[in-house]
Structures are given as structure tokens and as C-alpha cells.
């Protein structure tokens, strides 16, 4: 297996920016991403990650919100019922951790 690409992920004023690092060629643009700091995650090359509030659901008060780079709208969500802050995945693509402001860590198994 050869060498998988290095990532930039970046969120500014709510936009979310995934960049190819040897290129410098913009991969990726959500405007809605909405992110806080180190809340967004490019997992195993295939999908972005944001942990974000969700304004629209008063039971959960978070989600992980997930992008596949050829789709402009989220292809899923996932609920948590705390706001999550940042978040990273494993090396491999296979989980993606997130922890929240109480000390609870979460982990999702990322389906590829």
C-alpha cells in the first residue's frame, strides 16, 4: 500500500476548509460547518467531522456532523446528548474520539 495523502483541515468564520498539503488544492468547502476549535476531523481520507450544536434538536444538544468530500450536505449525523469540542480519529480511520467539557470521552466506530 502506498502513502495516503496528507490532509489540512481548517474551520474560519463557520467554513469549513479541507486542503491536499502537498498541492495546496482545496478538497473540500462546508459553509455551514460551524466548528469549534479542533472540532473537525478528515477520517481515514473519505470523510470530514465536525462536532457542532444543533440548534434544531432540544433533546441532544450536540452532534457530530459527517461530510463526504463529493457531497455538499451532510451525509449523516451522529446525537450526543452533550456539546462535544474536539474531536481527532485514529490513524487508521477506524474510530474518531471526541471529548465534551464534562470529561466524558465519546468514540464512534466510523463505518468505511
Known sequence: ???KEAMLVVCANDVGLVYDINTCEKIM???DCVA????LAFVDGFL???SRTD???PIFGSA???WAP???????KSYVAEAIGPIACSKDG???VGGASSGHTYIWEVGI
Open 1 to 3: 500500500m502506498g502513502e
Open 29 to 31: 468547502c462546508i459553509h
Open 36 to 39: 469549534p476549535p479542533c472540532g
Open 48 to 50: 470530514l467531522a465536525a
Open 55 to 57: 440548534k434544531d434538536q
Open 64 to 66: 457530530i456532523y459527517f
Open 70 to 76: 463529493s457531497k455538499i450536505k451532510e451525509v449523516q
Open 94 to 96: 477506524v474510530y474518531l
